[in-house]
């Protein structure tokens, strides 16, 4: 079975701070993809990024960050010089398409809360 | 493209009846799946289908039933509605587990 922990509830910033939420996940598979999306005050689902267990280049997009570490089971997530629009539930998943015991099934974690404070 | 639709945006049930959520994907993908969203708990999965005709239960199924008669639709059915089961739910859908894109929800309270 899957499992993914978030362990922050919630972080609260002050506008232009650099958070980092943490991402740690369980799995016996080998192949897998990792995921985080943002959930804003609005409640919709967005998807931000996903990562092939393949590929542990970090990436970077915009203000967005993530460091992916299979050593450690960690996709850590950044973001820079934080704004106000970034407050939001951030969700991290896993989801293996390759194994036919898994598909269809995201594992999500149980999420973290996000307060920028102008 | 609408992606994936979900209907209705906000429901109100009484103990014990029933009804239907509607999901529905114009992107042909094989995948659709069911969440609750409750405080603390993340999404979790009630259930999913991996095409048309098969479907399967996720980790919290009991009081919800499923069908998929076609690619596009996935309804969710409550049999007989619970306090239990106040919650918000999405849909997703996915073309192979390669990425998922939700529904908007819809919000269900059971008094």
């Known amino acids: 079975a899957q499992k993914v922990t978030q362990a922050q509830t919630e972080i609260s910033v002050v506008e232009k701070e650099d958070v980092t939420l943490d991402c740690v996940y369980e799995t016996r598979d080998t192949t897998y993809y990792l995921f985080w999306y943002k959930q804003p005050p609005s409640g919709e689902l967005v998807f931000l990024i996903r990562?092939?267990?393949?590929?542990?280049q970090n990436e970077i997009s915009g203000r967005y960050s993530w460091n992916f570490q299979k050593s450690t089971s960690s996709f850590n997530f950044t973001i820079t010089a934080s704004q106000v629009v970034d407050s939001a539930v951030y969700f991290c998943?896993?989801?293996?398409?390759?194994?036919?015991?898994?598909?269809?099934?995201?594992?999500f974690g149980a999420g973290t809360q996000v307060v920028v404070t102008p | 493209n609408a992606g994936v639709t979900q209907t209705p945006k906000f429901q109100v049930l009484k103990t014990g009846q029933s009804m239907t959520l509607q999901c529905a994907q114009d992107?042909?993908?094989?995948?659709m799946s069911w969440y609750r969203q409750d405080p603390g708990m993340g999404l979790r999965l009630i259930h999913y289908?991996?095409?048309?005709?098969?479907?399967d239960q996720g980790e919290v199924p009991n009081g919800y039933n499923v069908s998929r008669s076609t690619t596009e639709d996935f309804p969710l059915r409550l049999l007989s509605a619970a306090p239990s089961q106040t919650s918000v739910y999405f849909c997703a859908s996915s073309r192979q587990g390669n990425g998922y894109t939700f529904g908007s929800g819809t919000r269900l309270t059971v008094v």
């Open positions: 992107m042909n993908h094989e995948y």
């Open positions: 289908s991996v095409g048309a005709g098969i479907t």
């Open positions: 990562r092939n267990s393949f590929d542990e």
């Open positions: 998943a896993i989801h293996n398409p390759f194994a036919t015991d898994s598909w269809g099934k995201l594992q």
